[in-house]
């Protein structure tokens, strides 16, 4: 098993930052790939961004040029670096991650983001 948890989420007005972080931990083999999803209430959950271990990215086209992922493969670790944050950012952002031959998915908990106007 392996197991993701995340943090930095929280209330941030209209044009801030937040920091979003995601740590891999247990059985964790090879990584394929790490990425954030987030869901609105009353929506599908939707790619954010997305990394490989080889470091190619690719971003959902409303956050390109405001969110940066990155990660550290020696931690396991991913980041989702947010700027020029609007309310319509508002959801639940999930830490995704593939593993092994089969690129089995795992998920974080979940951390909340609020953007107020």
């Known amino acids: 098993q392996v197991q993701l948890v995340e943090s930095g989420g929280g209330l941030v007005q209209a044009g801030g930052s937040l920091r979003l972080s995601c740590a891999a931990s247990?059985?964790?083999?090879?990584?394929?790939?790490m990425g954030w999803y987030r869901q609105a209430p009353g929506k599908q959950r939707e790619l954010v961004a997305a990394?490989?271990?080889?470091?190619?990215?690719n971003y959902a086209d409303f956050v390109k040029g405001r969110f940066t992922i990155s990660r550290d493969g020696a931690k396991n670790a991913v980041y989702l670096q947010m700027n020029s944050l609007k309310p319509e950012d508002t959801a639940t952002y999930y830490c995704?991650?593939?593993?092994?031959?089969?690129?089995?998915?795992?998920w974080g908990q979940g951390t909340q983001v609020t953007v107020s106007s």
């Open positions: 995704n991650a593939n593993v092994g031959r089969n690129w089995q998915p795992y």
């Open positions: 247990g059985s964790i083999g090879s990584i394929n790939r």
């Open positions: 990394i490989t271990s080889g470091g190619s990215t």
